[in-house]
């Protein structure tokens, strides 16, 4: 992923660039642009955005785009990308159930970050995952949707340190955090996607050089945060 050190003003207009995956995919960026200026009462206080969307809502597989607002205006951060969602799409808004398969829809904040490594390059809070380290997804649990460190009384839980990379970088996303209600969705993650094509119960799947420089570039002063949904639903406003 590389960065870009262009301005991308509304109305959408594309400036020139020897960035040649950008100009090769305009489209996706424009579109990004215009989901977060139809949801720019949702975004106030976000300066830096993760974008992914889809056409159709059932399809795991969807474009991501990274935004930072400079001056009132965004910045196109990095280069558009293919990630994978949930394996049958997105939820919509308010429909998210647990076990469905999909992604929920909306404007969430980027939390904690986990990872298998012992020291980061990144500002975003972050502690190394152990073999203890949990999040309950049990909806009949008193801790659904929790980060719990040790033994839990909970009949079903993500562990967070796998066998595979999966969630060797794993970023929480606030949905459902504040506040919880059961049976709507839990253990939402930006992590690894592990092997092409990248599908999910419901979490966001990246490569791993690209979450790199994602961890490397939040910051949270900034209030980073992630907009994802179907683009017809997202391009209407949340």
Known sequence: MRFLNKFIFLPLVLFSSNNSKAQANPTAVKNALVIAENNRSKLENVEQLLVVY???PENYSAI???LEKKDKN???KFDPVEVGIGKNGFASPADKREGDGKSPTGV???GKLFSYEKQLNTLLENQQ???EDKWIDDPNSEDYNTYIKGPTTAKSYENLLLKN????YCMVVEYNTNPILKGKGSAIFFHLG????????GCVAIDEENMKSIVNWLDPKLNPSIIMGNFTVLNNGL
Do not use: G
């Open 165 to 168: 990379d999966a969630y060797k």
């Open 54 to 56: 889809n056409y159709q």
């Open 108 to 110: 969430f904040r980027l």
């Open 129 to 131: 995952t152990t073999a």
């Open 64 to 66: 991501f785009v990274a």
């Open 194 to 201: 592990i092997k092409k094509p990248y599908f999910t119960a």
């Open 74 to 76: 965004w910045v196109l």
